[in-house]
């Protein structure tokens, strides 16, 4: 089982990005947790970030096309206003998990409201770096049970 892990604008800085917000951990140590875990359960990764909208819509819309079984989204400030995220998400097979290291929901007002959420089977957030673990994980058993087979 392969799942692409991608990452939206600004979150190649963290580790130095609002660290009251986000933490000290960079997102490369993020990767290498989800890399392990998702070993751990017997599947890969393949993580990208990039801080530009099209390269996200362009890695998603290929996403089932260059063989991956789903996608862990955090499209960052891109959430709360990309229609092209939303229907790339709607344009592929592939179930997609949102998720965000803070809470939105309990942050400012305009970042309370995901425009991409209507097209994801789940979403994690406020847990840190663990968002992306526990995203994955999550994804996969889903994989796994909509498969017929086992979480």
């Known amino acids: 089982m392969r799942i692409l892990v991608l990452s939206g604008p600004n979150l190649g800085r963290l580790g130095r990005r609002e660290p009251h917000l986000y933490g000290s951990e960079t997102l490369a140590a ?9 070993a751990g359960v017997g599947a890969t990764v393949e993580c990208a970030q990039s801080d530009c909208e099209g390269t996200l819509v362009s890695r998603i819309g290929a996403s089932g096309d260059d063989g991956f079984d789903g996608v862990v989204l955090n499209a960052g400030a891109y959430t709360h206003t990309s229609i092209a995220i939303l229907d790339a998400i709607r344009s592929v097979e592939v179930p997609v998990v949102e998720v965000h290291l803070s809470n939105p929901e ?3 007002p305009f970042r309370r409201r995901s425009r991409i959420a209507s097209a994801c089977v789940a979403k994690v957030s406020g847990f840190g770096g663990d968002s992306y673990v526990l995203g994955t994980l999550g994804l996969i058993d889903y994989l796994r049970r909509r498969r017929g087979g086992h979480a």
Do not use: K, S
């Not at 993020?30 to 998702?38: G, L, N």
């Open 30 to 38: 993020i990767h290498d947790r989800v890399a392990a875990a998702a």
């Open 106 to 108: 309990a942050r400012e």
